[in-house]
């Protein structure tokens, strides 16, 4: 994800980019360009505007974000990577024509860092590709990454599985996903965008890249499709508008948190269901044992009280949060300078309702 301020001109020219790793002579090369241009189509560059506070907490400046996305059918639906729209204000989708829709976020699992916006018209035109089986992917299976870094346009890159890894803490932003890595050569500003495996199947939404080791070579990681059924269509993830980073051990006791785990606030999103509760996000950049945190605001000590001890808990209380009867409130119990405040609000917009089944897959 690549973050630039408003006032900055977007460039204007359009990218197309291969680079490939595999082999397979000058066939592979012509099944990979047929494959590709019966997909190009459905890739978008996401635009996300965030508030965000300066260290005095009382200067707000709109920062832009782009990022890659996968259209996905339904007339409406677009797959991306949560830590893009998650705590964002506004956001739009632009295709490959050029033209901008408007679009909302309707589900979000921050910790899979996968996510669903709704495009506020319906479209027409552009085909959908399938949400496949990334059960079936192998180590050494090849895939191609297909993305809109720097919101410049088309840029295909092609590799191999390289890794593949089952729900792992990898950060405190990332905790329930399962995913795979590539050694196709993935931009930051691909994240939210398909990798398609050589039938033109979606198979995983890039996240980030990593370190490999300490070269300045990087992998990419890739959420799976399993993970994206899993959170987004299995069952229904709300949206809750904040962005949060887990906190225990030294960080939650630098804290005082009084349990061993809680979710630190890092960003918040106008008109969602953490700005009507009125979730404080943290302002202050704080280093603890090698991981940057944004402190000074909140901690979500628990939801609908279910104290968000273990990722078990934190599952169960988002699930709750979309089965509430109409009539009960939505509640979060958080540490606000020291104190413990119990916050309420009714609120319904938080779950929205879409199917598998309107997407190919």
């Known amino acids: 994800m690549t973050k630039v301020l408003l006032g900055m001109r977007r460039l204007c ?16 090369a012509d099944h990979l360009a047929d494959v590709y241009a019966g997909v190009r189509d459905a890739v978008v560059t996401i635009f996300a505007v965030e508030s965000m506070l300066e260290e005095n907490g009382v200067s707000p400046r709109r920062v832009l974000s782009t990022g890659s996305g996968v259209f996905v059918g339904a ?28 679009a909302r976020v309707i589900a979000s699992e921050p910790q899979a860092d996968v996510a669903v916006v709704e495009l506020d018209e319906e479209l027409r035109g ?35 599985v390289s890794a593949r ?41 890039v996240s980030r890249t990593l370190a490999a080791g300490e070269s300045t070579k990087t992998v990419g990681l890739v959420i799976s ?8 269509f299995t069952r229904r993830s709300p949206w809750t508008g904040f962005q949060g980073s887990w906190v ?12 061993e785990r809680g979710l630190l606030v890092e960003g918040v999103a ?25 402190t000074g605001g909140d901690v979500v000590l628990s939801i609908q009280s279910i104290p968000l001890a273990d990722d078990k808990a934190y599952e169960r209380a988002m699930e709750r949060l979309c089965t509430l009867p109409g009539d009960e409130p939505v509640t979060m119990r958080v540490l606000r300078e020291g104190a413990e405040l119990e916050l309420s609000i009714r609120y319904a917009d938080q779950c929205q309702s879409y199917a598998l089944s309107s997407v190919p897959h």
């Open 225 to 232: 499709a399993a993970t994206v059924k899993r959170y987004l």
């Open 75 to 102: 007339d409406r639906l677009v797959l991306t990577a949560a830590h893009i729209v998650q705590a964002a204000d506004e956001v739009a989708v632009e295709f490959r024509n050029g033209n901008r829709y408007s």
């Open 13 to 28: 020219w359009v990218l197309a980019c291969v680079v490939y790793s595999g082999a397979g002579g000058p066939a592979r």
């Open 165 to 205: 890894h089952e729900r792992i803490r990898l950060t405190p932003t990332l905790t329930l996903a399962e995913f795979f890595l590539t050694d196709a050569f993935i931009d930051e500003g691909q994240s939210g965008g398909p990798v398609f495996d050589e039938h033109g199947a979606i198979v995983g939404i």
């Open 248 to 259: 225990d051990g030294r960080a939650a006791r630098a804290l005082n948190l009084p349990q």
């Open 270 to 294: 106008a008109d969602s269901l953490a700005s009507a509760l009125g979730l404080v996000p943290g302002t202050v950049r704080t280093r603890v044992e090698g991981q940057l945190f944004l």
């Open 126 to 160: 552009v085909s959908a590709p399938k949400l496949g089986n990334s059960d079936a992917l192998r180590v050494g299976d090849e895939i191609f990454a297909v993305g809109t870094p720097h919101g410049l346009g088309d840029f295909l890159s092609a590799g191999r």
